[in-house]
């Protein structure tokens, strides 16, 4: 049987599973099963491919971030992050939604997660939201926007996936998405100031009360300063970052701010465990399926299309990969989207002569926006199941703040001397910069 059909009939089988509601990991096993009884591939190859998948040392680094989400929130130190916000942004128009989004900036850069960040914000802020009159749709929309900033700021695990299975930069991934990351956070409050409800505005809080809460909030706000100090100054890889950042909580933040905690601890770790096996399996089952589109050439069906439109011009690749992108992860996850998809990716990269780091961040925030998109939207969907809002009010509370994706993606596209700024004068070697022959400075590739 041609490649073609049997790509269209792995796709079709896996569309079916999971319209059926089959989880993602199954569909796409249905898939590849499906392309290895009709070609020449044999089972023992797709096992392989489903082992190879998982076994990455970068990919160790998503359980440790996990699981310092998963001690911040359930230790209750992330209170203390909720009143520093509250002082820094509570009076201004908006209120608590401004809270919201100062809140996942600072969270964000601690879990890595944008469904820790979901299930973190909705605990905290979704009751006080609701208790001072925010609409449930509304509370629900911005909790899921705000929360799609851990998804680009370090320690971003969708980075981290990127990074490991396209062979780019993870540091270099986790300061370009800076820029984008901040965009989202200032646009998102910028609408909440504009066009968002005004909601109850605290008094100013006088600089003694921000000390003191900012001194309050020291000991967790020192995570992403761990994190970060010591993956750029090379001190420690990403994974060894997040073995660290658990240190640091375990040994010095519970200590502190919460000594009754530590009983508790043998469950969170477990709790961090389990949620690891979710996106562990898809990857190794995404990993599979990606192996067989490119073992049938279905990458090079898309990356010759792509380029029979858009030649060798970078942005109008990065325009069409946002469409295709925005198309498929508004049915799966950003995860399987990136392993399947990596190999079409790396082909258009090459082709276009575009720097990886610019087009892993420019993905990385279309498969972010794609999280409060329909049908699938499971930041959005998780939202909504928290504040106890239909999903379809979710969405239509969620549908203008996605101008504020499209400016930020757009942005990414075509600034990319602005995107790659910070890594380029941090860690210069991880966007393709290399040592000057002269002896002094870095030379970096237009």
Known sequence: ???????????????????????????????????????????????????????????????????????????????????????????????????????????????????????????????????????PAFIAAIIASASTIAALVPPSITAVVYGAVGNVSIAGLFMAGVVPGLMIGFGLMIYCYFFGPSGLRKPRAPLRQVVFAAGDAALPLMIPVILLGGILTGWFTPTEAGVVAVVWIILVVIPALNRGHFRKI???????????????????????????????????????????????????????????????????????????????????????????????????????????????????????????????????AALPIYVVFFATIAFAIYFPSVVLWLPQHVLPESVGCFRSPAGTGYICPK
């Open 266 to 396: 043998p469950y969170d770790f477990c709790l961090a465990g389990l949620i690891f096996s979710l996106p562990l399996i898809t990857i190794g089952a995404a990993n599979a399926f990606g192996w067989m589109l490119a073992y049938l050439r279905g990458a090079s069906y898309i990356a010759d299309m792509i380029t029979s439109i858009a030649g060798n011009d970078p942005h109008l690749i990065m325009l069409l990969m946002v469409l295709l992108f925005t198309v498929v992860g508004d049915f799966i996850e950003p995860v399987p989207t990136i392993i399947i998809f990596m190999p079409l990716v790396n082909a258009l990269t090459e082709a276009g002569d575009i720097n990886g780091v610019h087009m892993g961040v420019v993905l990385i925030a279309t498969l972010a926006f794609g999280l409060i998109t329909p049908p699938y939207g499971l930041v959005l969907l998780m939202a909504s199941k928290f504040v106890g809002v239909s999903f379809a009010k979710a969405l239509r």
């Open 1 to 135: 049987m041609s490649a073609p059909i049997v790509l269209a009939l792995m796709s079709i089988c896996f569309l079916s599973f999971g319209y059926l509601g089959v989880p993602v990991p199954f569909s796409l096993m249905a898939g590849v099963f499906v392309g290895a009884f009709l070609s020449d591939v044999s089972l023992a190859a797709i096992i392989q491919k489903i082992f190879d998948g998982v076994d990455s040392e970068a990919l160790l680094a998503i359980p440790f971030f996990l699981l310092v989400g998963e001690l911040m929130s359930s230790a209750n130190v992330v209170v203390r992050i909720a009143n520093l916000s509250v002082s820094l942004v509570g009076h201004i128009r908006g209120g608590l939604s401004q809270v919201v989004v100062v809140f996942s900036m600072f969270f964000s850069e601690m879990s890595g997660s944008t469904t820790a960040d979901v299930a973190v914000m909705s605990r905290a802020l979704g009751g006080p939201m609701r208790r001072e009159g925010y609409e």
